[in-house]
């Protein structure tokens, strides 16, 4: 099988056209060929499936359970590496990958059968609830606030030591007309997203923010004195500007977070349990009272009453930035969360809920039914919406 030919194979597969027939051979071929290119398809088998945004493949742990259960009883000595649908690189024997692709197989054709007996459910494509967009309020120290998907682009705010511009649409950039402020009393702005908005700033110091919906952002117009401080109620990505004389500090939910520069994701809603940090590039200290932890990228700081380490995977985390709903083992209340404040919709739960876990992701650019749909094809829930309230049913 050439190139251009696993690729057509591919194509077929992810759009559940590949046949049974095409199917085994692609599984028949795949065994015959040496370790190394049998490694080498495999692998551009797991760059195709990366780029396909929709492929959202439900119950991964149960897949996962079968899986694991026959390389136990199969012989392991030989490894080769697949991606599975949920988007994770994981090594396997050579024994495994006919199992795994034949898993697969069944499970895009359960699919479209689960598909067709839900077609009543979403008979709601006439409620057109479309996705959040760049919507935010600015609130001057003054209490004057800007809604800034009413403001034209170009200088919103001048004052003596500083000037604020929307640069493009969902963009403000804060400038210091001076490097300190004679002022003695410090001014501070604040930036608010509601459900369904999302907004990017550079503040005065040249640090990035991307504030996720239903979020709140408040910072000083000019940053003085031995410390950048900030506060945080939500969720937002930072892009910190190094500067070793005052160390960035965000404060959220009686957690600070300390850095010199560095790049991380902060999410600390205040109808989540826990407050999570999560680490990109460069190193943070989280405090909490009298307990301080160091980070190192890759990994999660989980806060609720003390401090817990955990290696995440930084890509998940930081989906929404990048324009997707990313589920990573989570259960149906936390996908909903998301799907709640993106949407700016209400969620209504009704009769045994499943406790399964959902792995995938899906664009938050579809509209609403177009996501609900999708989790529809697991087969564990089932949705109806009512005007701006979605009812969640098992």
Not at 117 to 145: D, E, F, S
């Amino acid at each position: 099988m050439d190139e251009k030919s696993l690729n057509a194979f591919l194509e077929r597969f992810a759009s559940n056209q590949a046949s049974a027939v095409e199917h085994q051979e692609f599984v028949d071929w795949l065994n015959s060929l040496p370790d190394e290119e049998a490694k080498e398809v495999l692998d551009r088998c797991g760059y195709f499936f990366e780029q396909q945004t929709d492929f959202f493949v439900p119950q991964y742990e149960n897949l996962i359970g079968v899986i694991e259960g026959k390389l136990d009883e199969g012989d392991q000595h030989q490894y080769k590496k697949i991606s599975t649908p949920g988007h994770r690189m994981v090594y396997w024997s050579a024994a495994a990958v006919a199992l795994i692709c034949g898993l697969l197989f069944l499970y895009f054709n359960s699919s479209r059968q689960i598909q067709k007996g839900h077609q009543n459910i979403i008979a709601l494509r006439h409620t057109k609830i479309l996705p959040g967009g760049n919507k935010a309020v600015l609130t001057l120290a003054n209490g004057k606030k800007i809604i800034l998907s009413d403001a034209a682009d170009g200088q919103l705010v001048q004052q003596q030591d500083f000037t604020v511009h929307k640069v493009k649409e969902g963009e403000l950039v804060y400038s210091n007309k001076k490097a300190e402020s004679n002022d003695t009393e410090m001014q501070y702005n604040v930036l608010a997203t509601p459900r369904g908005g999302q907004y990017k700033i550079m503040l005065p110091d040249g640090t990035k923010v991307w504030l996720n919906a239903a979020s709140t952002l408040k910072f000083p117009v000019v940053f003085k004195g031995r410390e950048r401080r900030i506060e945080l109620a939500g969720e937002a990505y930072f892009e910190v500007a190094k500067n070793k004389s005052m160390p960035f500090i965000v404060s959220v939910n009686h957690t600070e977070v300390k850095v010199l520069g560095t790049h991380f994701n902060i999410m600390g809603y205040t109808d989540e349990p826990a407050t999570r940090t999560t680490l990109l590039e460069g190193s943070v200290r989280i405090s909490i009272d009298a307990d301080s932890r160091d980070m190192v990228p890759g990994q999660q700081a989980v806060v609720e009453k003390q401090i817990k380490i955990r290696p995440v995977d930084t890509s998940q985390v930081v989906g929404w930035k990048n324009g997707n709903f990313t589920f990573d083992h989570e259960k149906i209340g936390v996908v909903m969360k998301k799907i709640s404040r993106w949407y700016d919709v209400d969620i209504q739960y009704q009769g045994n809920i499943t406790e399964e876990e959902f792995v995938g992701i899906i664009p938050r650019s579809k509209e609403l039914t177009d996501v609900l749909h999708k989790l529809e094809l697991t087969g564990l829930v089932r949705f109806k919406i009512r005007e701006r309230s979605v009812i969640v049913m098992n």
